[in-house]
């Protein structure tokens, strides 16, 4: 007998402009619709991934959860370099990732 486990992603303000743009779908709020449609001009799609268009760049990169953390610790890691205050700060934060992934 196979099992198969299918794995649903929780929804976040990514997916919203995800399906507005991909499917035309908006949320069922129509407050929250109004604002998704009004702001959905300023962010694009490329191969699934939700981008903005950014000011000084031309497209900044829309991330949450794991990958923001993961994100963060790099930057950190280059912008102040490591102490061992900050190393064991980088530490910690790269532990909860880890028990947030299981």
């Known amino acids: ?17 995800q399906r507005c743009l991909a499917d035309g ?3 069922l709020d129509l407050t929250e619709a109004r604002k998704i449609k009004k702001n ?11 981008y903005r ?11 949450h959860g794991e990958k923001c953390t993961r994100i963060m610790v790099e930057l950190m890691r280059a912008y ?7 190393e064991l700060w980088l530490q910690e934060l790269s532990e909860q990732v880890t028990i947030g992934q299981r």
């Not at 007998?1 to 402009?17: G, L, R, S």
């Not at 268009?53 to 991330?63: D, E, Q, R, Y």
């Open 25 to 27: 779908v908006l949320p």
């Open 80 to 86: 102040v370099g490591v102490t061992s205050g900050v």
């Open 1 to 17: 007998m196979t099992q198969v486990c299918a794995t649903h992603k929780p929804d976040t303000w990514i997916t919203q402009y």
């Open 40 to 50: 959905s001009s300023k962010f694009t799609l490329i191969d699934g991934e939700l």
């Open 53 to 63: 268009f950014g000011f000084t760049h031309p497209v900044l990169a829309c991330v």
